[in-house]
């Protein structure tokens, strides 16, 4: 039912080629996303991966906030540590992220993501829900999306991955924050 564009509306960055068809081990699993787009860069030895998804209309076994849905594959879990961080995305404007960092032999990952309803973002999976009913009566109906920008590497320099994340999302940040 959805239709998935790689690299659509995704410009080039300074540093990185591409972007590029999906370049990642593994691939966000949405179920049920109305829109995806997705696309990886090359940034000197890191990989930057773009994912964002939405839904323009949810019901049962399609929603946004589902245990069905994972950004990174969920046999990954042993291997990863997951915290809250706060980004300056804009000079005066911060926004909450979800940090997933993955540290295995070969396979190193730091992803950010965050929710987005109507244009207002969350990181919580329940202020998102909460933002939904909120927006549950505009007439232009409600748009929920993720969006999620990940560094992969197979060294383990995670400091490297860090500051590319941070310089990258704020790049991308006016597209970021658009409605989809």
Known sequence: NGSTLVGARLPALDGCSGPTD????????????????????????LQL???????????????????????VPFDWRKDTRQRVRTLEVAPGSSIGLNETRVATTGR?????????VNGTPSHTRSRTKLNEARQA??????????????????????????????SQVRTLWPLLAEEP
């Open 108 to 116: 190193n990952v730091v992803a950010w993501h965050w929710y987005d």
């Open 49 to 71: 991966h773009v994912y964002l998804a939405s839904y323009g209309y949810q019901e049962q076994d399609k929603e946004l906030i589902s245990a069905q849905n994972h950004l």
């Open 137 to 166: 009566l505009d007439p232009d109906g409600v748009v929920s999306s993720v969006r999620m920008v990940a560094v992969s590497s197979e060294g383990d320099d995670f400091d490297a991955m860090h500051s590319l994340l941070a």
């Open 22 to 45: 999906w370049t990642a081990p593994w691939r966000p699993e949405l179920v049920g996303a109305d829109v995806e787009t997705l696309a990886s860069y090359r940034c000197g030895e």
